[in-house]
């Protein structure tokens, strides 16, 4: 049976869309939210746009996380730390939890286009703080549109993933090469997320500018970089 991945917080854009291209490649998602129905109804909607065999369900977020060893988290930065707080408890040993969360402004009725300061470097690192010992961060997907992601055309986008342990690492990048036009990149030790995240404020502001869904590419780097 295929290792289900549980995406908490996941009926906003970035968990639906991430729900939506890896049920089309045969992944088991299970939606997460602090409401069962309103994740019942997400994942209802998602069965119904990937079709076929997609297998995907919604529970609140605790028994969400209970249920899966590989947890996305997607929401937004005001609520990260009580939520990995709240959700500590229901962590199993040896998961893993993949952070999406920018640290952007709007968390204090701030831009968009702008970031706050995270006393741990990141929201990543934050997160890593929080989660019980045994329990591995990565940080990953802070780059990719979720409009993008919710439409049925292929990205073009990189995702570049950090974290401290390399398998966890590893397994990330081979769920991102799993979105059609991604290509995953090891971007090093989770204190890059600090990095990463910042640019997503670059791209919001660049998308207001010129009205657009951008993403980046990294190039120069040897075909084997890219996986
Ligand atoms: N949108 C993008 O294009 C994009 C791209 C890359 C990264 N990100 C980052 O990924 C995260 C998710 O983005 P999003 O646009 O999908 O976010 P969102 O729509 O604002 O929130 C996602 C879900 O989080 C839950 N939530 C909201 N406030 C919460 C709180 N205080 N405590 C616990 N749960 C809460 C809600 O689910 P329930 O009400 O069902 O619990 C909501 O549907 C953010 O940190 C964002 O910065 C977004």
Not at 25 to 52: F, H, L, P
Not at 190 to 204: D, F, G, K, M, S
Request: glycine letters at 10%; a neutral charge; hydrophobic letters at 50%.
């Amino acid at each position: 049976m295929t290792r289900p991945i549980a995406i908490i917080g996941g009926t906003g854009p970035l968990g639906m869309g991430l729900a939506l291209r890896w049920a089309r490649a045969g992944e088991a998602i299970i939606i997460g939210s602090r409401e069962a129905e309103r994740a019942q109804r997400a994942a209802a909607a998602i069965r119904e746009r990937a079709g076929g065999q997609a297998q995907v369900s919604g529970m609140e977020n605790a028994a969400a996380c209970a249920a899966a060893d590989i947890l996305m988290l997607t929401v937004p930065f005001e609520g990260q730390a009580a939520l990995i707080k709240k959700l500590k408890s229901s962590m199993t040993a040896g998961s893993i939890l993949i952070d999406a969360t920018v640290p952007l402004a709007t968390a204090v009725a701030g831009r968009a286009s702008r970031t706050l300061g995270v006393w741990q470097g990141s929201a990543a690192q934050q997160a890593a703080e929080l989660v019980p010992d045994e329990v591995s961060v990565v940080a990953a997907f802070h780059n990719v549109s979720a409009d993008l992601l919710n439409g049925d055309s292929p990205l073009d986008c990189d995702v570049i993933v950090c974290s401290d342990d390399p398998d966890a690492a590893q397994l990330t990048r081979e769920l991102a090469a799993k979105i059609p036009g991604v290509r995953a990149l090891d971007g090093g030790k989770l204190e890059n997320a600090r990095i990463v995240e910042q640019i997503t404020a670059l791209l919001i502001g660049l998308n207001v500018r010129h009205k657009g869904h951008a993403g980046i590419r990294i190039t120069g780097l040897p075909p084997a970089a890219y996986r």
